[in-house]
């Protein structure tokens, strides 16, 4: 994992601590662009790279959140597959939601990372301990963010902070003997 070799200390800190990964759909886990067919039906793409890096942040102890704007069957088709219990969908006030689901896992805000990549995630990245922003994201949600991911939204920008965290964590070299 040569990309987080060079992390600044901070950044390492304040991932060492999370055990909340919450991330925003549209741009953050897919590309952002919307698919619709001529039925009206939506669809989405979603990298297999994040999929795995959500499961095995998971199985590392670390709950994993979505928190979207929308309401997208895909995503609760996807969430399902993957097993993620936290599941925000049409969500207006993404810190609130942040704040409700801190409360009812008893956990603080930097036990939180926030992964987003336009204007609606800014308020529950104020509020996380690691706020993340994908490689493309709106210009101030970069400089609101601890870190910026390599790749860009549903190109496997969620595996890059799922191997960070797991990464500071100390659980990096056991997660790559396991593939071994």
């Known amino acids: 994992m040569s990309y987080l070799s060079d992390l600044p200390a901070d950044v390492l800190a304040r991932a060492a601590r ?13 590309d952002g662009r919307l698919w619709y067919g001529e039925d009206g039906h939506e669809a989405k793409i979603f990298h297999v790279h994040d999929g795995l890096g959500l499961k095995r942040l998971q199985a590392n102890g670390v709950q994993v ?8 069957h895909p995503v609760t088709l996807r969430m399902e597959e ?5 599941v925000y969908q049409g969500q207006g006030d993404k810190r609130a939601t942040l704040e409700e689901l801190l409360d009812a896992l008893g956990l603080a805000p930097e ?7 336009d204007l609606p995630d800014l308020p529950p990245m104020r509020l996380a301990g690691l706020a993340v922003a994908v490689a493309n994201a709106h210009p ?4 609101a963010a601890h870190w910026q991911t390599r790749l860009p939204g549903g190109h496997g920008a969620v595996r890059e902070v799922c191997d ?8 990096g070299d056991a997660e ?3 593939w071994r």
């Not at 999370?18 to 897919?30: E, H, K, M, W």
């Not at 959140?65 to 997208?72: E, F, G, L, Q, V």
């Not at 993957?82 to 936290?86: C, F, R, S």
């Not at 036990?111 to 990549?117: I, K």
């Open 82 to 86: 993957l097993g993620i219990a936290h």
């Open 18 to 30: 999370i055990r909340l990964a919450v991330f925003d759909v549209d741009g953050t886990l897919t």
């Open 164 to 171: 960070l965290i797991i990464q500071a964590q100390g659980k």
């Open 65 to 72: 959140a979505i928190c979207s704007a929308r309401i997208s």
């Open 176 to 178: 790559r003997e396991r």
């Open 111 to 117: 036990q939180a990372a926030f992964v987003g990549d």
């Open 140 to 143: 101030w949600v970069s400089e």
